[in-house]
Nanobody
Framework: QVQLVESGGGLVQPGGSLRLSCAASGRGFSIYSMAWYRQAPGKRREVVAIITSGGNTDYKNSVKGRFTISRDNAKYTASLQMNSLRPEDTAVYYC???????????WGQGTQVTVSS
């Protein structure tokens, strides 16, 4: 069993920045990928950014150049640096981890990001 704890959400003005963090804990696992998803009210959950164990990254088109995902393999943590935030970035952001070998998927509890003046 893997537990995920997220932090770093909040209220920010348009053009501002936030940094989300996700920490994974448990026993006897290694991580294949870590990702951030988001879900706005009335919309489907969508992937925002993903990073593999090898450091390969991919981003939703609308956040490219503004968001940066990173991870620390030794500490089982991932972060999402969000710059130039827009009102349309408002959503609950979820950390997702896929475990190596079994490819089991785990989710964090979500953290609210609100971009508003």
């Amino acid at each position: 069993q893997v537990q995920l704890v997220e932090s770093g959400g909040g209220l920010v003005q348009p053009g501002g920045s936030l940094r989300l963090s996700c920490a994974a804990s448990g026993r006897g696992f290694s991580i294949y990928s870590m990702a951030w998803y988001r879900q706005a009210p009335g919309k489907r959950r969508e992937v925002v950014a993903i990073i593999t164990s090898g450091g390969n990254t991919d981003y939703k088109n609308s956040v490219k150049g503004r968001f940066t995902i990173s991870r620390d393999n030794a500490k089982y943590t991932a972060s999402l640096q969000m710059n130039s935030l827009r009102p349309e970035d408002t959503a609950v952001y979820y950390c997702n981890v896929v475990i190596a070998i079994t490819y089991e998927s785990y989710w964090g509890q979500g953290t609210q990001v609100t971009v508003s003046s």
